[in-house]
């Protein structure tokens, strides 16, 4: 499987954020996924932090099944298996396991497992795979990590994440060895608890802007976030 050439891995390419998902409830999981779309962003990664994870995504893809939606925190094959079967679109993990990523290979589902070294990331290139999340990115140099990185990596994608916030997301999305970046910042847990949907909508949008006029200033926009729908975005895999 070449995870680079899935819908996926496009939908991260054009849109660049990851939105970064806590759901204790899985009753609100329509809503926030309406308010991700309401803001221009068809994306989420259903976190498995909590015991209702696997039926807030179940939830999503049943009532808004426009939106790329995945799984994250995903630690072992078991795992892997529980969100393929709930309709999981991708894996993210925190770490490299190579069993799961083994497995969703086979499955042909896209995985993006975690890295925070030189090493584990000549162990994921062992697999194939050249786009990777990078976490926890604050904790390990931010931005001046990244750039050191494109020295011995220059051919690896990342997907930094941890840390990550509104004030500095653009930073790590000007370097050229970055994807996407994932953060919780558009939809923290207190406001999806708090069903404060209209305001995750309007931060969704303010970083769905932010995305678009970084790229028309640096590429005219070429592979940054869409204003448009997901479904006129559905590539085959």
Not at 38 to 54: D, F, V
Not at 75 to 91: I, P, R, S, T, W
Not at 188 to 215: C, E
Request: glycine residues 10%; neutral net charge.
């Amino acid at each position: 499987m070449n995870v680079e050439a899935t819908s996926t891995t496009e939908a991260l390419r054009r849109w660049r954020i990851i939105p970064v998902i806590v759901i204790e409830d899985p009753k609100n999981a329509p809503s926030v996924a309406a308010a991700l779309l309401a803001g221009g962003l068809p994306i989420a990664e259903i976190t498995l932090r909590t015991k209702g994870a696997l039926e807030a995504l179940r939830r999503i893809k049943g009532e808004q099944p426009e939106m790329f939606a995945g799984c994250g925190t995903v630690l072992n094959v078991a795992q892997a298996k529980e969100v393929k079967a709930a309709g999981a679109e991708f894996v993210i993990s925190p770490g490299f396991n190579r069993a799961v990523v083994d497995y969703c290979l086979e499955q042909e589902l896209p995985v993006y497992p975690g890295v925070a070294t030189a090493s584990e990331i000549e162990m994921v290139l062992e697999t194939g795979l050249t786009l990777m999340k990078l976490w926890p990115i604050e904790t390990l140099g931010g931005i001046q990590f990244l750039e050191l990185l494109q020295g011995p990596f220059g051919g690896v994608q990342f997907n930094p994440s941890g840390g990550v916030t509104a004030q500095t997301f653009e930073k790590y999305l000007a370097l050229k060895n970055v994807t996407a970046v994932g953060g919780s910042w558009m939809a923290p847990s207190d406001w999806i608890t708090g069903k404060q949907f209209d305001r995750i909508a309007d931060a969704v949008r303010q970083t769905v802007g932010k995305v678009n006029a970084l790229g028309a200033r640096t590429n005219g926009g070429a592979n940054f976030a869409r204003p448009f729908g997901a479904r006129e975005i559905r590539l085959s895999p």
